[in-house]
C-alpha cells in the first residue's frame, strides 16, 4: 500500500482509505514556474500509483491565477487531465483529501495529508528557457530522478542527460519488443511496487529500470514487460520507437 510522509505530522500515512474509498487530491500551484510544474507533476505521480493499487481518485487544481496555462503546461507534461469544482467530490463521499504544494504546509486548506514538494532551482548560467516544456518527456525525466523533498537543479546538461536516457531506453524497448514476451520477474515487480510505494519513490523505481537493463540473466521479453509495466506511472512514452526502423 502506497504510504506517503504527511508535512503536517512528519508521519508516514496511507494515503488510500482502508476501504478503497473516492481520495480527493487537491493540487495547490499559484502560478507558472519549474516548481508548480514539479507540483503537478508529484500530483500526477500520486493520481497514477493510486489508481493502480484500485483507488479511485478525483484530481482538481486550486490555482487562483495562470490556470489555462497550468492546464495547457499539465497536458504537455503528460499530466492527467484535472476534474472541475470540488462539490462534486463530496457528493461521491470522498473518504479522505491529500494535498500536494509547495511551501508552508501550515496553509493548506481544510484537513487532510500534505504532500510537500521541494523547489526547482534552476541552476544554468542564465534563466530558464522561455520554453523549458520544449522536451516535455526530457523535463518529466529530471523530475523524476530526485525524491519530492529534495531541491531539484536543473540546468540544460541535467536536461540533455535525461533526453539522452529516454533515447536510450526507448531504443531499447523498441529492440526487446521484437522478441517473445515474458513476463515481468515477480522479484523485479517487487522492487518496483515497494520503491514507489514508498512516498512515491521515484529515484528507486529509475534504479530498478537501469538494473532490468543490465541484467545479463533476463530475457528481453521480460525486459520490455517491465520498462512497459513502469511507464504505466513513469509516463515517459517508452514505447514510442515500437516499429520504427532499427
Request: net charge negative; hydrophobic share 45%; proline share 10%.
Given at each position: ?239 514510442r520507437d515500437i516499429g520504427s526502423p532499427a
Amino acid at each position: 500500500m502506497l504510504q506517503i510522509l504527511d508535512a503536517r505530522t512528519g508521519e508516514p500515512v496511507p494515503a488510500a482509505p482502508a476501504r478503497r474509498g473516492l481520495t480527493r487530491i487537491e493540487v495547490h500551484a499559484p502560478g507558472l514556474d519549474p516548481t508548480a510544474l514539479r507540483v503537478l507533476l508529484t500530483a500526477d505521480l500520486l493520481v497514477r500509483s493510486l489508481e493502480l493499487g484500485g483507488t479511485p481518485v478525483w484530481t482538481i487544481l486550486a490555482a487562483p491565477r495562470d490556470q489555462p496555462e497550468l492546464r495547457t503546461a499539465a497536458t504537455r507534461l503528460a499530466i492527467r487531465p484535472f476534474e472541475d469544482g470540488r462539490d462534486l467530490a463530496s457528493g461521491l463521499g470522498a473518504a479522505q483529501a491529500i494535498h500536494v504544494m509547495t511551501g508552508d504546509p501550515a496553509t493548506a486548506p481544510g484537513e487532510g495529508p500534505v504532500m510537500a514538494v521541494a523547489p526547482v532551482v534552476w541552476a544554468g548560467p542564465a534563466s530558464p528557457p522561455a520554453d523549458l516544456l520544449g522536451d516535455p518527456a526530457a523535463l518529466r525525466l529530471a523530475l523524476l530522478g530526485v525524491r519530492r523533498d529534495d531541491p531539484v537543479r536543473l540546468d540544460g546538461a541535467a536536461l540533455a542527460r535525461a533526453a539522452g536516457q529516454l533515447a536510450d531506453w526507448r531504443r531499447a524497448v523498441a529492440g526487446w519488443a521484437r522478441r517473445p514476451s515474458r513476463p515481468v520477474p515477480e522479484a523485479v515487480r517487487t522492487r518496483l511496487r515497494t520503491a514507489w510505494e514508498d512516498d512515491l519513490g521515484l529515484p528507486g523505481v529509475l534504479d530498478v529500470l537501469r538494473d532490468v537493463a543490465g541484467d545479463p540473466e533476463l530475457a528481453d521479453g521480460a525486459r520490455f514487460e517491465t520498462y512497459a509495466y513502469a511507464d504505466r506511472l513513469l509516463a515517459l512514452d517508452l514505447v514510442r520507437d515500437i516499429g520504427s526502423p532499427a
